[in-house]
């Protein structure tokens, strides 16, 4: 086993990395971007090493200074998590190279498998079924056409490079296909610096299955089941579980035995995944293998007792595979939910900021992979952390594990209800509603399930209900006599009613008026408290309430004669100040209206379209000048390795655009003067 080890990569996936290392007694080494010198992975690690400026291809796409790193650091192998440099052959020879092991497959499988075109052609030599479709290199548009329509609409147009869905794009008719292909290549190249594209013929109702295989030097091959991974958004997987409950036993083998076959034809070795698409009919045909660890290799973990990321180094460092395929079992269900900052509201348009509050149903450090423990939590943030623009999007990754899956779903949505995040927005409402909907709870879907349902999944922002305003103008009072009692504790004389903040009165209850803003919405709340109690006069009547904050400034109540505990975030500002609750499934935010405040409108944009998240221009749609309709494309922005198109938001005439394609732009920076007709 290796004494030392370094860590090409950042957050959840290099703590991850860490966790296993550290049971194994072996030292960690980890590297870092000007923007994460204080991430968790550089917490957690033995040792840190800075490697450069905040974006990726200054920093962690420097196979050079990762190397440098590791030499100086005595490091004896690199792992490179996943993303970044761990499907880079050229850099699994330069780690050969400077007598580094690299910790993952030989150089020559990866560069096999990192073009989509060609891992199809050695798959369909070694007999695994293939989509049809095409391959080839003319990537002139008119034989890409013709190529389309020899294959049938739909299709698909996807990145030979690369994965996560990026330089994807589904495409219905003949019409839309030339633009589809642009866009494709446009991110393809930006994401992976190769912006050649495939065809393929679409699959209608399809689901996502992938297999995880092992293979060690000495020609030994195993698969450890297969993952369901159908609940996507723009072709990027949000929800993952094992095993595929739908398959039988027969199909479970076949495809094992179809997994283990493609890793034999390329010589593989270390962990790998193999990944297949299902039509309605139970046939399966082969998309692409991961020459890597993947993201959701936990779930993996959890049904079968193995630590992948224990046998990565053992297989790297020379071992055999510890166990035979006979030896390894299924043992229950597991699902995973991946927790990004990101509006799915707003098309999933990425978020950035702090994480003002984070708590998870379970400690990540209480979470031990290869075990079947009921939860577990994988993430590279804690509260206080920034999710920059610069790297992708995910926050953690919630697992559960039940004997069965219909005890894992009731367990998963019980988990994400427990779960509280507030900073940037977050799509944990949208896997709480997943993990309730009927389809997802009977196992019948397909990866366009989350667009067949997205009027329920995601619905429109509706008024705070009672409970969340009487938890909030709750909270708040109690907070203020908590720390009136403070600042009276400190006085000569406690007991004044000069120090109280209880809104005693003279012959009358105490009473205010506390004023919320819930959109655009303002809701004011009387506020009565008597001997007996408090009162709330809310827009539906009123309620009584009491209760308590905790230690831990949780807050325990009753509300109308129903025991809750809340989750509550204040931050104030000159204006009143920000409050999220949250309350099981129920997340809300509102604004406390300061009454003394004055309203500043200087920001105002006027006429202008500003960035919705920080990101770099990649395409102007338009010229200064131009005339153009409600929902014309103007500009495109790409941000955490995604293009993001803003349209005119009505009809009317662009000025001038302030910024060139290259251009780095803040969240709320003004992109274009644009006027509409008075």
Not at 55 to 60: G, H, K, M, R, V
Not at 494 to 519: I, K, Q
Not at 568 to 575: M, S
Not at 660 to 672: H, N, Q, S
Request: aromatic share 6%.
């Amino acid at each position: 086993m290796f004494e030392r080890i370094l860590i090409a990569n950042r957050g959840e996936i290099a703590c991850r990395v860490i966790d296993t290392a550290k049971r194994l007694g072996v030292r960690t080494v980890a590297v870092y971007s000007e923007a994460d010198a204080n991430a968790r992975h550089v917490r957690l690690a033995d040792e840190a090493y800075p490697i450069g400026p905040a974006p990726a291809s200054d920093s962690y796409l420097r196979g050079d200074a990762i190397i440098e790193v590791a030499r100086h650091a005595g490091a004896q192998a690199i792992h490179p998590g996943y993303g970044f440099l761990s499907e880079n052959a050229g850099f699994a020879e330069a780690c050969a190279n400077a007598d580094i092991t690299f910790i993952g497959p030989p150089a020559e499988a990866i560069r096999l498998m990192g073009a989509k075109d060609q891992a199809k052609a050695i798959m369909a030599d070694a007999g695994v079924p293939v989509v049809p479709g095409y391959h080839d290199e003319n990537l002139d548009i008119k034989v890409l056409s013709s190529a389309a329509r020899k294959v049938g609409y739909p299709v698909l147009v996807k990145a030979v490079a690369g994965g996560g869905g990026r330089g994807m794009r589904q495409v219905a008719r003949e019409l839309d296909f030339a633009d589809a292909v642009a866009s494709a290549r446009r991110e393809a190249k930006s994401a992976f610096g190769d912006d050649r594209v495939l065809i393929e013929k679409l699959i209608t109702k399809p689901r996502h299955i992938e297999v995880q295989i092992f293979a060690d030097i000495r020609g030994n091959n195993v698969h450890l089941f297969e993952r369901d991974c159908s609940v996507q958004r723009r072709h990027q997987k949000v929800i993952e579980e094992a095993p595929a409950a739908k398959l039988s036993d027969e199909q479970r083998h076949s495809l094992g035995e179809t997994a283990t076959a493609a890793a034999k034809a390329i010589g593989y070795v270390g962990a790998g995944t193999v990944e297949f698409i299902a039509d309605a009919s139970g046939n399966y045909y082969f998309m692409e293998m991961n020459t890597r660890l993947q993201v959701e290799h936990g779930v993996t973990e959890m049904v079968t007792g193995v630590d992948l990321v224990e046998w990565q180094l053992r297989i790297a460092a020379g071992e055999p595979l510890p166990m035979s395929q006979e030896e390894i079992s299924l043992n229950g269900h597991a699902i995973e939910a991946r927790i990004y900052a990101e509006d799915p509201a707003a098309g999933f348009l990425p978020a950035t900021g702090s994480l003002t509050h984070v708590r998870w149903p379970i400690s990540p450090e209480a979470s031990i992979p290869g075990q079947a423990t009921a939860l577990r939590v994988d993430t590279g943030v804690a509260a206080g952390d920034e999710v920059t623009p610069f790297y992708d999007a995910m926050i953690g990754k919630l697992m559960v594990w039940a004997p069965d899956r219909t005890s894992a779903v009731q367990r998963l949505s019980r988990a994400l209800g427990e779960t509280e995040i507030v900073g940037p927005t977050t799509n944990l409402a949208l896997l709480g509603a997943i993990a309730r909907h009927p389809s997802f709870v009977a196992d019948d879907f397909d990866t366009g399930f989350i667009e067949q349902n997205a009027d329920v999944l995601m619905p429109p922002a509706a008024p705070a209900q009672a409970v969340i305003l009487a938890a909030g103008a709750l909270y708040l009072l109690l907070d203020r006599g908590r720390r009136a009692a403070e600042v009276a504790a400190g006085t000569s004389d406690p007991s004044s009613p000069w120090v109280a903040s209880n809104g005693w009165r003279l012959h009358d209850d105490a009473h205010e008026t506390m004023t919320f803003l819930d959109g655009d919405n303002t809701v004011a709340i009387e506020i009565r408290a008597r001997r007996s109690g408090i009162t709330l006069t809310l827009p539906d009547g009123d309620v009584e309430v009491s209760g308590r904050l905790d230690s831990d400034g949780r807050l325990r109540a009753v509300v109308g004669g129903i025991t809750i505990n809340a989750g509550i975030v204040f931050q104030p500002d000159t204006r009143g100040g920000t409050l999220d609750v949250m309350i099981q499934e129920l997340r809300h935010r509102v604004r406390l209206v300061d009454p003394l405040s004055v309203e500043d409108d200087s920001e105002s944009e006027g006429g202008r379209l500003t960035a919705p998240m920080p990101g770099q221009v990649t395409q102007i749609l338009a010229k200064d000048g131009v005339s153009v309709s409600r929902g014309t494309p103007l500009i495109v922005i790409e941000a955490m390795k995604m293009e993001h198109t803003i349209a005119a938001p009505a009809d009317g005439q662009v000025e001038r655009f302030i910024y060139a394609v290259g251009d780095w732009v803040d969240e709320g920076a003004t992109l274009i003067d644009f006027v509409t007709p008075d």
